[in-house]
């Protein structure tokens, strides 16, 4: 498979990564060269085999639904770029 | 009065000079910041931390005479900048994290303190771990203490681990903690001259690392020796409550396992690692590799691992997506870089713009395209059926009576500085064709070096084992040792 250049401005757009137009066209020859490369992964028979989904077979571990840790805002603050009144600052969402 | 090379000594002896008081923490500690200034121009470090590491060391000092020394008292370490350190600035060497200074600190450097090491600064890597020769870093690249028999060229140290291979190589600490997602310890280990571990996936919390494929990414040491690697994993392992994905389990004696030997050990030798225009003496150090072990009395065995060429492929198609997912989290509100925007869209996008580097960026792209609607199943779901194909060759092996596997570490020696800037992406990834496999089964891998090539760059071997079998690398691992001797660069710097 391979991606044309709408499709990447919509790949930049998902990741929220803005891409300038002189950047597309060198971005889809980098894409298309690692698309190229998994593709291999098709010869692959993989008829009745899991997906994997953990590495090592271990049983979810659980913990009670209890606070053991909060209050705190000012350490959680501590490394916004742009902090108001005990809040992270964001531009206007909500018209 | 003292005229040890306090620097050059490996982790296990230093351990070994201050319990019997025959140096100080603080000497030691302080030989290694008067290295680590003159050694600016190999770019290791990305922040130092004298004061912080005078501190400590005094603090081990007084513990030391009290005759109260953990297992690590007063070692002076570098720590990857990968690593959460409370109050320590922090940036996973990307721009986007700034200035970044954590309020907490990664378990793995917690139980190191708790031991009594020295954080002597925070040790260079590629961008969020992604890369092979540390030349993705917002701060450079470091610089391989190694060059080539009668050339200057610089040389890359390997990645993303590169700060903490040369820092060791170049006696700037003791032993340096280092992750690997895909060939990331070993790597950097082999073309340094030194031993690197990545354990099995579970043996060291990942809590307070700076995440990039969650299902790939473990922490291991690289050090100057096996033993020394053995001490280090040993203070970096256990169960963390923080971490679901940290296996409870009793913690063995590393460090005793390294001379049981391999007498009657079976190790598999895998048909597929013998790759086409394998460099001829890359093939030569795997058959000495083979006749050492042999001579210690273990047996080769021939085996097959048929999944190996899909390994890099799935690597490229999980690590990614796991990326895409771990990184949404640096949006510029709150930590790090931020560019503003004229919505809340545009700031997200111009901060992540500014504040990623190429190769994190195409990573971040093909992960975010490969779990996009329409092709999760084509991409991600039949390389996570491949991944457990991949597990289930090794599985079979071990079934079969393998103890563990002996490969080459690298397809080639350290490569220069800049070498790879022309090439597709996909010739840098192949360099991690050896070690990618091992991070998918989840398993034990070590790099010990073994030899040098012709231009006299170290080369390495690397060991795979069972799940959670460790030891059988450190005892395997310090036969190749014994038999190849260690392996110093030349200073010039």
């Known amino acids: 498979m391979s991606v044309d250049q709408t499709t990447v401005k919509r790949i930049a757009r998902l990741a929220r990564i803005a891409v300038n137009d002189n950047e597309v066209e060198h971005l889809q020859g980098e894409l298309n060269a690692i698309l190229a490369f998994i593709d291999q992964l098709s010869e692959v028979n993989v008829d009745g085999v899991e997906a994997m989904t953990s590495v090592m077979p271990m049983v979810m571990k659980k913990r009670q639904d209890i606070v053991n840790d909060g209050n705190d805002a000012e350490r959680v603050l501590k490394n916004a770029p742009v902090r108001e009144d005990g809040y992270f600052v964001v531009p206007k969402v909500v018209e | 009065m003292t005229t040890i090379n306090l620097t050059a000594l490996t982790l296990a002896d230093a351990r070994d000079g201050l319990k019997a008081r025959t140096f100080s923490s603080t000497e030691l500690t302080k030989a290694f910041l008067a290295n680590m200034e003159k050694a600016r121009g190999l770019n290791t470090y990305v922040l130092e931390t004298p004061e912080h590491a005078l501190k400590m060391a005094a603090a081990s000092d007084e513990r030391l005479a009290k005759g109260a020394a953990g297992p690590m008292e007063g070692l002076p370490l570098g720590i990857k900048d990968l690593f959460c350190t409370n109050g320590v600035r922090t940036t996973a060497c990307s721009k986007i994290l700034g200035n970044f200074v954590p309020t907490y600190e990664s378990t793995v450097t917690s139980q190191l303190w708790r031991d009594g090491a020295v954080m002597l600064g925070k040790l260079n890597n590629d961008e969020f771990a992604m890369g092979s020769s540390n030349e993705t ?59 690197g571990i990545k354990p099995t996936y579970g043996r060291v919390s990942r809590w307070g690392t700076v995440a990039f494929a969650s299902s790939l990414d473990q922490a291991g040491p690289i050090a100057k020796t096996v033993r020394d690697s053995a001490i280090m994993l040993q203070s970096m392992s256990g169960h963390d409550a923080k971490d679901t994905t940290s296996v409870d389990l009793p913690v063995p004696d590393f460090e005793a396992a390294i001379r049981r030997g391999v007498k009657d050990l079976k190790i598999g030798i895998p048909r597929e690692y013998r790759l086409d225009g394998m ?164 398993l034990p891998g070590i790099a010990v070096p073994a030899g040098v090539d012709a231009k006299g760059l170290p080369l390495g071997l690397q060991l795979i084992g069972r799940p959670f079998d460790e030891e059988t690398l450190f005892a395997v691992g310090q036969v190749i040792e014994d038999a190849a001797g260690s392996f110093h660069p030349a200073k010039w710097w």
């Open chain 2, 137 to 195: 870093s917002a701060f450079g690249t470091p610089i391989n203490p190694w060059r080539a028999k009668g050339d200057n060229k610089h040389l890359v140290a390997g990645g993303s681990s590169g700060g903490s291979a040369a820092a060791v190589a170049a006696d700037l600490c003791l032993a340096a903690t280092a992750t690997d997602t895909g060939g990331s310890i070993r790597q950097p280990a082999a073309f340094t001259g030194t031993v």
């Open chain 2, 279 to 442: 460099p001829a003496e890359i093939a030569q150090l795997w058959e000495q590799g083979m006749k050492w072990l042999k001579e210690a009395g273990a047996t080769m065995v021939d085996i097959s691992l048929p999944h190996t060429k899909y390994a890099l492929p799935a690597y490229y198609i999980v690590a990614p997506a796991e990326a895409s997912s771990n990184l949404a989290r640096y949006d510029g509100v709150r930590y790090g870089l931020r560019e503003p925007g004229k919505d809340i869209a545009a700031l997200y996008e111009n901060t992540r713009a500014a504040g990623f580097g190429k190769e994190v960026k195409r990573r971040i792209m093909i992960g975010t395209y490969v779990l996009s609607a329409g092709y999760y199943d084509a991409y991600y779901v039949r390389a996570q059926k491949v991944r457990t194909l991949i597990k289930y060759d090794f599985e079979r092996a071990y079934a079969d009576g393998i103890d563990a596997i002996l490969t080459p570490a690298t397809p080639s020696a350290a490569f220069g500085i800049g070498a790879m800037s022309v090439a597709s992406p996909i010739e840098m990834y192949l360099n991690d064709v050896f070690t990618v496999t091992v991070n998918m089964a989840g």
